[in-house]
């Protein structure tokens, strides 16, 4: 529940600052939004991390990733659904497995270390000031009167316009979020105790799924919203996120070692998935740049058959 609502408030909050600048919805949902619901992977795995849980945090990563895109953009479009732009095609979601395979590449070696880590954390600041600068080139080209509609409002609740306030939502969502990790993490650690179930496999489904309730919740409600840009860019975008900065960050504070080794560990069949699942909405979107109903089954139905395959 910490998790939950830290993550709603810090997105709100940042939402709303980042309309007021002028940022359109689809970078909004790729930048502001994507790192506000991506925040719970990364302090859960800075505190995995910090408490010698490395393969937490992996786990982690690869396992939101494949929940955000199988789980959560199946259930978004089963509500609604989902259509988005020619650019998310062509250019995010291609960024997003370019990413994935050089993650890949990475560990290779069954260890990720602190100037690999500095890397993906060099490109998720790179990744940022990218879209900003998009941002704000079609800011500068739509901002002549005609097209006035084209840059989002700024929010009508006078209240949510002062800048102290966002900034409280802001540090209360962090607050909560922090606070929420640590608990999640050490549950996570007593159910693996408990049952003898490895870090990875903990990592990869209770402690995924749990991080990834923000998504789960700002992607529904932004589709049901009629705010598809912001629907299918936090989701493209926050895995964007958890590959770069929560994977960067962790391996910064503490190197990851993979235990086991990667091909051994079997994590190597994980990244396959996560490549897999992340390419799916590429080849149902290419020719009407919409995922259906059916389509939304199909990826709930392929995260369903992922699970039960960690189980046995």
């Not at 070696?109 to 100037?115: K, L």
């Not at 080209?141 to 006078?158: E, L, R």
């Amino acid at each position: 529940m910490l998790l939950y609502y830290g993550a709603g408030w810090l997105v709100q909050g940042a939402s709303t600052l980042a309309r007021s600048l002028g940022l359109t919805p689809m970078v909004i949902g790729l930048t502001v939004v994507a790192f506000g619901t991506s925040a719970p992977e990364l302090v859960v795995s800075l505190v995995s991390a910090v408490k010698g849980k490395s393969m937490i945090a992996l786990g982690n990563v690869v396992g939101s990733n494949i929940c955000n895109i199988a789980l959560v953009l199946g259930l978004t479009a089963i509500f609604q659904p989902v259509t988005t732009s020619r650019i998310v095609i062509v250019r995010d979601i291609p960024l997003m497995l370019g990413i994935s395979a050089f993650l890949l590449l990475l560990s290779f070696n069954s260890v990720i270390g602190r100037i690999e880590g500095v890397i993906l954390f060099g490109g998720v600041i790179a990744y940022t000031w990218f879209n900003y600068s998009v941002a704000i080139r079609v800011a500068r080209t739509t901002s002549k009167p005609t097209a006035a509609g084209n840059v989002p409002p700024a929010p009508a609740d006078g209240m949510m316009r002062k800048r102290w306030f966002q900034g409280v939502m802001v540090l209360g969502g962090i607050t909560a979020v922090v606070a929420g990790a640590d608990l999640l993490v050490d549950a996570a650690v007593s159910i693996m105790s408990a049952l003898g179930v490895s870090e990875q496999v903990v990592g990869l489904t209770v402690v995924a799924f749990g991080t990834s309730v923000p998504e789960l919740a700002t992607s529904v409600v932004a589709a049901m919203k009629k705010e598809m840009d912001i629907s299918l860019g936090n989701l493209v975008g926050s895995n964007v996120f958890n590959l770069l900065s929560v994977v960067g960050a962790t391996a910064i504070v503490r190197p990851i070692t993979i235990s086991g080794g990667f091909f051994h560990s079997g994590l190597i069949v994980d990244y396959l998935v996560m490549m897999t699942v992340s390419a799916m909405p590429l080849l149902m979107m290419r020719r009407d740049l919409t995922i259906s109903r059916g389509q939304g089954l199909i990826l709930v139905g392929c995260y369903a058959v992922y699970v039960i395959f960690l189980i046995l």
